[in-house]
């Protein structure tokens, strides 16, 4: 009789609890903090309650229960943030129509990839899950917590994020659709006129909704209203002009930049983030004056013709300019280093330790809208810390522990050999695995990114 | 007059013509169907998981079991099979499968290998839905033949009823709950309909390709099916005055599917799978059956508090003594000792343990997640489709081993299966006034030295030879596959 009373009792209760992302709560003792907004603070703690950073200061006593790191000697900073990665995602590139805006990385979630434990080796406690460049407007894209561990892919995403989507320019569509398919794009004007054609469609199905949204609420017109035939692609298109969603636009040339720019302009869409950006040198004036924001790596370039004509100064010119800018990864491999990519705008650029550091966090945040939440230490900010040991921007600099919501997801202390939370019990590990290395951008655009994509 | 008797003689020779013929076809079992009656006689009947009784008779008669007990008349017509040492089952009940489906011709994948000629045929944005895989109305019951090789190999395992679904892609069709056998497709049909069957399955390099594709493409449809069928009630209501609704077959196929009144089966073998479909329902709020699980073990909160229904798959990796054995066969082929010693080591003995124990430690959960979903309380099936017909007794018996009941695997394998797909009055048990599919073993079926004697399906007996020294002959079989 009791086993009946409690078991519904219990299914009420698994129902309603909605799957809150872990947090934790931690004093971090006697650190060198970098807080990035406010200086260098020697010496201090930092408390982090149920995942939030709660204080910063000198002489904080330990709550009862709550666990103490002595971060003495050692660099704490808030977590490093990757404006542009594709680690933890099952699927890349929907590579089968020029525009696929109604596409989201979100649902292509995949928390058992160990490249996220190997980002967060590196300090870095969010990444930017972008769609590939395969398509003209690629699919919508997800910002992703690294909280290694959780096998619910929706526990990945950070929730407060807003909603953002891929562009691509270039060479990447007009290969995948000119020379692969025969089709539009075929040129970099046949790019500009996806964008345009694709714009001017969302236009003409906003006002057909508009239009019977308007019938629906007059009492005459409602009894013959004709719905308009739904399409999530051109919502999501909607959405952008609406200034809901955030673009990201891999690019390279500066005409092509400022080209968008103009296909921006005539359709109002205000907030953009320029990826990759080779030669946004050229152009930074004008990025500044749209109020456009640039994700650039380091020194990465000559990998294609278009990016032939880059600079190792691109982002010290474009930090002079004015231009929000940040640095990526957009590699499971650099992502693991991005704080010393960060470093080398030092040594081409002579940027400050504050800017430098920017690049990686609060710049980062600014271009994923999620600023007020994270990219710098500071009270009611989220509880993501990297502790490092010597400076971050030192080559001697070595990741500790990586904290992402209060939460000790990575330590050095403690790094098992075989970190896999799903294993193959019919892999054949004792053999040679031919590996095939590419721009992941473009994984599901080649036949054999294709087929690795597929497994 | 003579006329007359000259048509009636033409007329019984094509009917004694049409008889013969329609024996000839359908009698695979060598039996005359002299008679529709049948008696076991003196069987231990498991007539439910939780319910056995010994020394007891069974007498089926025109398909169904008409009754079951101690000292019951024999009818006179019955066929008598005495059942004395042996053991009569409720017949097997498969969640998912596409026994008895045949894969439809043309531009499929399977026939059509050339991995470039779709992307020269097809604007690869919009291909058409047949190639697309978008084929919701598409009816398992255009494709059903009962004598494909699969209904003889699930039957013969002891599978008398399946929810088979047609070949495709991402959407495929309408599936049923058929038998494992009968004279005729129709004939096989136990519930029409019954089912909307999808996959995260891409079409070859055409839109949806991806996972990405393939969850924008069900929102846009099921929303696309959500505003035109709120049009056609207005519609049907009032057509005066109204401009005409445009008929789409592939969005009317949602329709049933927004009314609750047929389910989603998603094939979701992998633990994203899962919860890719989940994401889909929860967005659009459909009923939902998860089918083919194989990695369920880290999902048991979720099935729990949404309430789903599920059919593990009865697939597992393959067991660590047939990994080896093929390890060693692999090695013994090398020719030369040289040969062997030269192969380059990638690790060291004590890394390779550390990799083997975590296989092994994920095998387990594979053959442990049936009882870990039985463990918390959650129903479910099991599901043959993507499993090796050959293995699936064996992978039964693993799963027994591993520690599930067997009474738990029964209940999965008849009355659990037959409630989730609301067939609880006419399968699952061994009842009077059930449909007469059963399983007749000469030991416990989940003993590995226990044959298959007999197995009925709609009251028709279908009977299999029982080898001798059958333990041995598997073990051989097994190391040479």
Known sequence: MIKILIFPLLFLWVQTAKAQPETGSMLIKNGTLITITNGVQAQTDLLIENGKIVRIGKGITVPKGIETIDATGLYVMPGIIDAHSHIGLSAINEATSPVTSEVFTGDALDPLD?????????????????????????????????????????????????????????ENPTRVYGRGYGMVPNTRMGVEAVFRNAFAEAVAYKKNWAAYDAQIKDKKQRKTAVPPAYSLRLQTLVDIMDGKILVHCHSYR??????????????????????????GFKVAPELAEFGAMASVFADWWAYKFEVYYSTAYNAAILIRNNVVTSINSDSGELIRHLYHEAAKTQKYGDLTDEEALSLITINPAKQLGIDQYVGSLEEGKDG????????????????????????????????????????????KFDQPVMRVSEEKCMQGADLMEFLQAEK | MRNLSLIRFVFV??????????????????????????????????????????NTTVVVRNGLIVSVGKNIDIPLDAQIVRADSLYVYAGFIDGLSQAGVEKPGGNQRGTDTSRFSARSKYNPADPPNAVAGIQPDAEVRQFLNPDLKSVEELRKIGFTASHVVPYGKMLTGSGALVLMGGDSPDAMMLRDDMSLFSQFQGADRLYPATVLGMMAKWRDLYRQAEISKAYETKFSENPSGLERPVYDRVIAAFYPVIDGNKIVYFKTPSVLDAYRAFTLQS???????????????????????????????????????????????????????????????????????????????????????????????????????????????????????????????????????????????????????????????????????????????????????????????????????
């Open chain 1, 114 to 170: 160990v490249s996220i434990y190997r980002a967060l080796a590196g300090g870095v406690t969010i990444s930017h899950a972008l769609h590939g460049s395969a398509n003209a407007i690629g699919g919508q894209s997800e910002t992703i917590k690294h909280r290694w561990g959780v096998i619910e892919p929706d526990a990945l995403k950070m929730e407060v994020a807003p909603r953002t989507i891929k562009f691509a320019l270039g």
């Open chain 1, 254 to 279: 500066a005409d092509e930049i400022l080209m968008l720019l103009g296909v921006l302009r005539d359709y109002g869409v205000k907030k953009v983030v320029f990826q990759h950006v080779n030669e």
């Open chain 1, 384 to 427: 993501d810390i990297a502790i490092f040991k010597n400076h971050p921007l030192s080559v001697y600099a070595i990741p500790r522990k990586t904290i992402v919501d209060g939460v000790v997801r990575f330590d050095i202390e403690k790094d098992p050999d075989d970190v896999r939370l799903y294993v193959d019990p019919e892999e």
């Open chain 2, 13 to 54: 020779l094509i009917l004694l013509s049409a008889t013969e013929f329609s024996i000839a076809q359908t009698d695979q079992t060598k039996l005359q169907p002299v008679t529709r009656a049948f008696a076991l006689t003196n069987a231990t009947v498991v007539q439910a998981p939780d319910r056995t009784v010994t």
């Open chain 2, 283 to 481: 967005d659009l709020s459909f009923p939902l059956v998860l089918a083919g699980l194989k990695q369920g073990w880290d999902l048991i909160d979720k099935l729990k508090s949404t309430n789903t229904r599920v059919f593990l798959s009865l697939d597992l990796p393959e067991d660590a003594k047939t990994k080896k054995n093929e390890a060693a066969e692999a090695d013994s082929t090398k020719t030369t000792k040289n040969e062997k010693e030269e192969a380059p080591t990638f690790m060291t003995e004590t890394e390779k343990k550390a990799l083997e124990a975590r296989q092994d430690a994920f095998r387990k959960k594979y053959e442990t997640q049936p009882q870990m979903l039985q463990e918390a309380g959650i129903a479910f099936g099991f599901s043959t489709l993507e499993a090796d017909t050959k293995d699936i007794r064996k992978n039964l018996q693993r799963m027994v081993k591993s520690g599930l009941s067997e009474a738990a695997a029964l209940t999965a394998l008849t009355t659990a299966p037959a409630a989730i797909m609301g067939v609880s009055d006419m399968l699952g048990t061994v009842d009077a006034g059930k449909i007469a599919n059963m399983v007749v073993t000469t030991k416990p079926y989940f003993e590995e030295d226990s044959s298959i004697k007999y197995v009925f399906v709609d009251g028709k007996m279908y009977e299999y030879e029982v080898t001798e020294k059958k333990t041995d002959k598997k073990e051989t079989d097994t190391s040479g596959k």
